[in-house]
């Protein structure tokens, strides 16, 4: 059995599924840069037939990343399988991954197929898919729900139609992980022709046992887990990528292979994953969480500077702690800070671009001493969020008085039409968006306010994330500025042009 254990990263695929956490072309490009920067194996980049920004999305990255495998998702039609060997033809390495439900309630109540026409389907698609690609993978999906007998057969017939890696997920989270890691043990043994394929697990987070479980398919002969930065994704969310890589490199002695992760990267992958989406990493998150390597207990505390591994088992510079470090100020030049964030899996498309975010950064080092990685993200995520903006927030001015209302006047552009408006209410940021609603035809429903500081310091920039729904379309706005009032009003806008934008998607679950 192969010690290498192959890291397949639908971050971008997957993980854009969660609610109010679509990303831009630009953004997956980014974030695949990274990716390839990590040594990720297959980066699945979307899913091309859900919308023409997907498909370009997939294309793009295709072209940026030349050292990891590309993947678009295609359920078993000809018209998915097509796309999506389109969007891959300029990959270097590509695959497609093609999927088609197999548990009894998915068919009877979704497809409406029997399990015949079933197996029918998924043999055409991986045949149609090989017209593309020799690198194909067969996902059968809510495996964790499905028949062993019709799984058996099913996957016997898709490796020998031309499937390479043949993934196996527990769609709903409803597995356990003996359960789980013994359904991968039987389908290898028992599938006569389950040495010509790569098998993988896919597992989603709805009991918290998405990581356990992929660990225990692992043990069983699993040699390709499928995760995403920060476990993102819908619902509870998937297997974690950094806790994953982290516990078969940390416990050598138990699992019998390791990836080619390159897990210094790991926390810029997870900061800038959580910048474009707003989605904030949860202090105690395992590795990459801001208490992951935090002792504030005593005897801890003594522990760790008698000897380390007396409460830590593994370093915090191993997964990229040690990069928090400060590299920037006023005096730094346009060469170091466009180094820096090429260091931070920032391509610059024009001297234009760098100039516009080297701007930025001054105005932002006039207003705070220390400027560390997580500002310069947040300033390129919030310059490529008003590269594509109906809406943008011209001037904003909030009175304040203990005991009495705040007014809010506010001049937005809006398609190049600058228009005010003042609010009064009980509070500043209720005031800003009050009149921010009044100059636009829409009324949102907002259901997330979140208020974080990017780093340390009351100089802080603060970073407003926001969730609004709108006719059953949710999006996720950001905003960051060294003013809490003008970080909400950016995020409310930024959110707006998302509404506005009204970019439908189809996205399966697998």
Same mark, same amino acid.
């Given at each position: 059995?192969?010690? +290498?254990?192959?890291?397949?990263?639908?971050?971008?695929?997957?993980?854009?599924?969660?609610?109010?956490?679509?990303?831009?072309?630009?953004?997956?490009?980014?974030?695949?840069?990274?990716?390839? +920067?990590?040594?990720?194996?297959?980066?699945?980049?979307?899913?091309?037939?859900?919308?023409?920004?997907?498909?370009?999305?997939?294309?793009?990255?295709?072209?940026?990343?030349?050292?990891?495998?590309?993947?678009?998702?295609?359920?078993?039609?000809?018209?998915? @399988?097509?796309?999506?060997?389109?969007?891959?033809?300029? *990959?270097?390495?590509?695959?497609?991954?093609?999927?088609?439900?197999?548990?009894?309630?998915?068919?009877?109540?979704?497809?409406?197929?029997?399990?015949?026409?079933?197996?029918?389907?998924?043999?055409?698609?991986?045949?149609?898919?090989?017209?593309?690609?020799?690198?194909?993978?067969?996902?059968?999906?809510?495996?964790?729900?499905?028949? @062993?007998? /019709?799984?058996? !057969?099913? @996957?016997?017939?898709?490796?020998?139609?031309?499937?390479?890696?043949?993934?196996?997920?527990?769609?709903?989270?409803?597995?356990?992980?003996?359960?789980?890691?013994?359904?991968?043990?039987? #389908?290898?043994?028992?599938?006569?022709?389950?040495?010509?394929? @790569?098998?993988?697990?896919?597992?989603?987070?709805?009991?918290?046992?998405?990581?356990?479980?992929?660990?225990?398919?692992?043990?069983?002969?699993?040699?390709?887990?499928?995760?995403?930065?920060?476990?993102?994704?819908?619902?509870?969310?998937?297997?974690? #990528?950094?806790?994953?890589?982290?516990?078969?490199?940390?416990?050598?002695?138990?699992?019998g292979c390791d990836t080619n992760i390159d897990a210094t990267n790991i926390l810029a992958a997870s900061r800038l994953v959580s910048s474009i989406t707003g989605f904030v990493v949860q202090p105690n998150k395992a590795i990459v969480g801001a208490n992951a390597f935090a002792h504030e207990a005593g005897i801890h505390?003594?522990?760790?500077?008698?000897?380390?591994?007396?409460? =830590?088992?593994?370093?915090?510079?191993?997964?990229?702690?040690?990069?928090?470090?400060?590299?920037?100020?006023?005096?730094?030049? !346009?060469?170091? /800070?466009?180094?820096?964030?090429? =260091?931070?899996?920032?391509?610059? =498309?024009?001297?234009?671009?760098?100039?516009?975010?080297?701007?930025?950064? +001054?105005?932002?080092?006039?207003?705070?001493?220390?400027? /560390?990685?997580?500002? #310069?993200?947040?300033?390129?995520?919030? *310059?490529?969020?008003?590269?594509?903006?109906?809406?943008?927030?011209?001037?904003? +001015?909030?009175?304040?008085?203990?005991?009495?209302?705040?007014?809010?006047?506010?001049?937005?552009?809006?398609?190049?039409n600058e228009q005010s408006a003042s609010a009064k209410t009980s509070g500043a940021v209720d005031a800003a968006f009050t009149a921010i609603l009044s100059l636009v035809n829409i009324e949102p429903k907002l259901q997330l306010y979140s208020v974080t500081n990017v780093t340390q310091g009351t100089d802080?920039?603060?970073?407003?994330?926001?969730?609004?729904?709108?006719?059953?379309?949710?999006?996720?706005?950001?905003?960051?500025?060294?003013?809490?009032?003008?970080?909400?009003?950016? *995020?409310?806008?930024?959110?707006?042009?998302?509404?506005?934008?009204?970019?439908?998607?189809?996205?399966?679950?697998?």
């Amino acid at each position: 059995m192969s010690d +290498k254990l192959i890291i397949f990263d639908t971050t971008l695929r997957d993980g854009e599924q969660s609610p109010g956490a679509s990303m831009t072309k630009d953004e997956k490009v980014r974030i695949a840069k990274i990716l390839e +920067k990590m040594k990720v194996d297959v980066i699945e980049a979307g899913f091309a037939i859900a919308s023409q920004g997907d498909f370009e999305a997939v294309q793009a990255v295709a072209k940026a990343v030349k050292d990891s495998t590309i993947c678009s998702l295609a359920r078993a039609l000809d018209k998915d @399988i097509d796309r999506a060997g389109e969007s891959i033809k300029g *990959a270097n390495s590509a695959r497609i991954h093609t999927f088609i439900a197999t548990s009894d309630i998915h068919m009877q109540m979704k497809l409406r197929m029997t399990p015949d026409e079933v197996v029918s389907q998924a043999v055409r698609s991986v045949k149609r898919a090989t017209k593309f690609t020799d690198n194909i993978e067969f996902s059968p999906e809510d495996a964790g729900r499905s028949e @062993i007998d /019709f799984l058996c !057969r099913i @996957i016997e017939k898709a490796i020998k139609a031309g499937a390479t890696t043949i993934n196996i997920p527990d769609t709903v989270g409803y597995n356990i992980p003996h359960q789980f890691g013994e359904t991968m043990r039987m #389908l290898i043994e028992r599938i006569p022709n389950s040495d010509k394929a @790569i098998f993988s697990a896919h597992c989603h987070n709805d009991l918290g046992l998405a990581v356990s479980n992929s660990l225990a398919a692992v043990l069983s002969g699993a040699r390709q887990i499928e995760c995403t930065i920060n476990g993102l994704g819908e619902r509870a969310g998937n297997t974690s #990528l950094e806790e994953v890589v982290m516990a078969v490199r940390t416990r050598q002695d138990v699992f019998g292979c390791d990836t080619n992760i390159d897990a210094t990267n790991i926390l810029a992958a997870s900061r800038l994953v959580s910048s474009i989406t707003g989605f904030v990493v949860q202090p105690n998150k395992a590795i990459v969480g801001a208490n992951a390597f935090a002792h504030e207990a005593g005897i801890h505390q003594d522990g760790v500077l008698k000897h380390r591994e007396t409460y =830590e088992i593994m370093r915090a510079e191993d997964v990229g702690w040690n990069t928090n470090s400060l590299v920037l100020g006023k005096h730094s030049g !346009r060469n170091a /800070f466009k180094a820096r964030l090429v =260091e931070l899996g920032v391509d610059f =498309e024009s001297d234009e671009a760098l100039n516009d975010a080297f701007s930025r950064f +001054k105005t932002l080092a006039d207003k705070k001493h220390d400027i /560390f990685d997580e500002d #310069l993200q947040a300033l390129v995520t919030e *310059a490529q969020t008003e590269a594509t903006e109906f809406i943008r927030l011209v001037s904003l +001015k909030v009175s304040a008085e203990t005991g009495k209302d705040n007014t809010a006047d506010i001049t937005l552009s809006i398609n190049g039409n600058e228009q005010s408006a003042s609010a009064k209410t009980s509070g500043a940021v209720d005031a800003a968006f009050t009149a921010i609603l009044s100059l636009v035809n829409i009324e949102p429903k907002l259901q997330l306010y979140s208020v974080t500081n990017v780093t340390q310091g009351t100089d802080s920039l603060g970073e407003v994330n926001v969730r609004l729904e709108h006719e059953g379309k949710i999006v996720n706005g950001q905003g960051v500025d060294t003013d809490i009032i003008t970080s909400s009003a950016k *995020a409310y806008v930024n959110a707006l042009n998302k509404v506005m934008a009204n970019v439908e998607k189809a996205h399966p679950q697998i």
